[in-house]
């Protein structure tokens, strides 16, 4: 009972080994670059680096985009292969949803704020 | 008759066989995945609603007054720790090596219970301030915001603990190695979803 176990578990091991659990090289890659992506935006608020508040805002969003992928690739493990490209699918699936929900949710809240503000009539423009 | 015998022994064959499959567990990772690129969709409107909400100050406290960046580095910085320490117990389980990487769980768990610590602090410290989920449209979408990640960082640590109890009872069975690699991609999802978080809410909210 135990000696079949222990067989199937070296089994598994051995057939993900290297695929899912990564390697301590990918491990020690990805942390080192999320640690380098991460202080650098907080560098850059916390000390006003830029002294721009524009270009801050975009360096610190382009730096979270970035990490994203690093920690997809180093700690989640994604590539185009696994699953037969089915978690790719899904994950490009999501990230249309995600921009179709934030930029819409964003762009008609925004137009709402501008129109509805007091003073704003609309029977006063000719 | 006869033929109806064999129709069923045809299914439980294949029933056998599907199973065999998710004991593998490659089943079990698409379909968690596709778990969790919903619940990345939960947190997409979570964010869409902090986006929307997030300037409605309703003259109370704005992100200036209230966010403590070096805490929330601090935060950042235990979330990151646990990550790296669940992929080093990722590389145990992979060599089989059960002890080294009990300790490494270990280690995560008491990474995740300093985040969680930090946050709570965080928390009881705004609403002492009384910044409460009540006073604003900005404060009620941040805690609902942040509270979430939060609630699911709480849950895995609940899970952390049960898996370690399993493994410790019933050693690294193919379950558990299952088991453990969905609770990997969970607890790593969750960090990602953090490097949001903070970009979006403390960082961007010190901009404003």
């Known amino acids: 009972m ?7 578990t070296s089994n598994h091991s051995h057939a993900h080994h290297g695929v899912n659990h990564g390697s301590l090289a990918g491990y020690l890659t990805g942390f ?14 916390m000390t006003n680096a830029l002294g721009n ?27 185009t292969r696994s699953e037969s490209g089915w978690t790719m699918m899904a994950l490009i699936f999501t990230l249309i949803l995600v921009m179709i929900a934030l930029t819409g949710s964003l762009w008609v809240m925004y137009h709402l704020n501008v129109n509805m503000m007091p003073g704003h009539d609309m029977s006063q423009i000719p | 008759m006869a033929h109806a015998d064999t129709v069923i022994d045809d299914t439980i064959f294949h029933l056998e066989d599907d199973h065999g499959h998710a004991e593998s567990g490659s089943s ?10 919903s619940d990345c969709l939960i947190f997409a409107m979570l964010f869409a609603v902090y986006g929307v909400l997030g300037g409605n100050y309703a003259a109370g406290p704005a992100p200036k007054d209230l966010f403590d960046l070096p805490l929330v580095a601090l935060n950042t910085t235990m ?33 995740g219970l300093a985040f969680l610590g930090i946050e709570l602090y965080e928390f009881a410290h705004f609403i002492h301030e009384g910044a409460t989920p009540q006073r604003s449209g900005f404060l009620s979408s941040f805690f609902t915001l942040v509270g979430t990640h939060g609630l699911h960082v709480t849950f895995g640590l609940v899970w952390l603990v049960v898996l370690m109890v399993q493994v410790s009872r019933h050693g690294l ?17 969750l960090d990602v979803i953090w490097i949001g978080v903070f970009t979006f809410v403390y960082l961007m909210g010190m901009l404003r």
């Open chain 1, 2 to 8: 135990s000696a079949g176990h222990q067989t199937d």
């Open chain 1, 53 to 79: 508040q524009m270009a801050s805002a975009i360096a610190i969003m382009a730096f979270a985009v970035v990490q994203i992928i690093v920690h997809m690739v180093f700690f989640l493990h994604m590539n």
């Open chain 2, 28 to 37: 079990t990772m698409l379909g968690f995945w596709i778990y969790l690129m």
């Open chain 2, 79 to 111: 979330l990151l720790l646990s990550s790296i320490t669940y992929g080093f117990a990722m590389l145990e389980m992979a060599k089989g090596r059960v002890r080294p990487m009990q300790v490494w769980l270990v280690i995560t768990g008491l990474f």
């Open chain 2, 173 to 189: 069975i193919a379950a558990n190695q299952r088991r453990l690699m969905c609770l990997s991609m969970f607890w790593h999802f």
């Open chain 1, 32 to 45: 080192g670059l999320s640690v380098v992506l991460t202080a650098v935006p907080f560098w850059l608020v």
